[in-house]
């Protein structure tokens, strides 16, 4: 079971002060995320799920603790280092769609390919084939004006899959979305998971998807307060909170 | 590659508009400055520039044109003596006092005898040979249109110069001069209205057979002695030296230092301030970017390519305005010069306003921090 883990963080803490007041946001936790898996963190907001996300996906640095992910110590590589292992391993889709206004649906999805260092061809070739992959195919050559918040957040996340990431964060994908889209949203994170083995860690208040995910961790006050395993056929994975 | 920055450009122009304005009028307001100062400095230097001639003999350590005294005859034998020169043609400078009508009062004029032969060196640019030829009419005189109302006289009507009855004959055009009014007579008319003064002239200018040669033969022909009493420059170092002298004794060299440091300064203000805007305007985009592995480098070169095509634009527009501002300018007699070390100048300047406000805009992209877009 142990090879299946993605990611292992220990001892996490992090807190954030405003003035002078010292807020404690993760609090002494543990926790390990399985590839092919979709672990979602859920609770309510201000629960410090969106700030894990971010300590674990190597953009926040935590003030004590450690992130191993594959087989990785992520807080003790320089910025360069760490800005190289997001882009060859890492994922991410935010609420926000982040797309650039003046892109086409290829053009984003190309962008972050066009760093990879890959060819002209194959960086079109990857972008169609995710651009498929999400559905998108007829809609390719829109701009995000002419799209829907679905189709939007669809084209963010095929720009994050294409990369063909081991490793996708996902920071409330569906909150910005009408029912249908963000069903629709949820089942291409879902099946990324299942084909590609990848590890997509969703964090999200929407309970639409706790009965999607293969693994849902409930978080309160910088805590894991329950870790649920759903019977879709598991892959592994275990807190150790 | 994805041309984020051209795309974005071209999609959000109006985003990007206000900056490739300032720079294309800071351009202008460069390119047109530069343009009026050489063009009235340049005037000072009319004598040389609208003539033939391309070696001029001079009053040893004359400054500036205006300043000549007059150097003895001799000069025009040690000239034509040089096989290299096929002509030599004495320019007489005389200052003068002009009175036309009452209303008008008294007028500065510089008086300038030249060889009226149809084959003459001096102003042979400025006037045509048919009008030359007809300065050998006693008295006769020719200016610059544009300083009739100076004057207050018509073609065909008579003034007090110095003191004796001139006539204008007719005018032409490029004879404007600084400080004061070029009237054009001949060698002989001009004497006459030398009243008290010295009769020798003040310059000799000479053409060569071949006019490539001018600084070789000017420099073989000075005398490069102490005592000397007679100088001989080239013609376009007569000119530089003219210019130069008025460029700084007016204090206008310094103006123009100084105005170019305000255009730069305005241009960068406006230009950095709509390249942040625009980077703020798409912070996310770029954190998101980041988020995915692409370095802060890699975003900079996007704002700074942004910056490039800004100026490039800003450049096209403000050569545009400029050819405009610089032909109604002509039109009106305005003098303006322009040189292609002065239009390179100021194209660095303006590039040198985009590249320099592209650099502070790149600093906003340290807000593109991709935690942020996590809280």
Redesign the interface.
Known sequence: MVEHVAIRGRGIGKSFTVGKVSTRVIDELSVDVASGELTLLSGPSGCGK??L??IL?G??RPDAGSVEALGEQVWLLDR?AL??F???H???V?Q?F??????NSV?QV???L???GLG?EETRRRAWAALDEVGLAHRRHM?PAELSGGEKQRVAIA??LA?RPQLLFA?EPTSALDSVSGQTVIDILHRAARVHGTMVLCASHDPRLIAHADRVLRMEDGRVLADEHHPHPPMGAHTTS | ??A?AR??L???WRRYLPASLAVAFSGMLLLVQLALVFGIFDSAAVYINASRGQIWVGYPGTQSIDLGRSIPRDAQMRLLMNPQVAQVEPFQWVNGDWRGSRQLGSVSVFVSGIDPAPDGLVFARAIPPALRARLEEPGAIIVDRADLPKLGIQVGQSGILNGQRVYLVGTTSGLRALGGVNIVTSLATAEQLNVGGDPRPAYYVARLRDPARAAVVAAQLDPHDRQRRYAVWSASTLAARTIHYWLFETGAGLGVVFMSLVVFLVGTVITSQTLMGAVAG?I??Y?????????HG?LSRVVMEQAGWVGVAGLLGGGVLSAMVLLLAHSQDVPVGITVAGVTACAVLVMGITLFSGMLAVRTLRNAD??R???
């Open positions: 969106s700030t996300l971010a996906s953009l926040e360069k800005q190289r997001r882009l060859h890492i994922g991410f935010f926000g982040n797309l650039f206004p003046a892109l053009e190309e962008l972050p066009s760093y990879l002209a701009r720009r994050a990369k920071d | 590659m994805v984020l795309k974005t071209v999609y959000e798409s996310s985009e954190a998101t970017l980041n988020a995915l592995g692409a370095s890699a991709p935690a877009l996590l809280r």
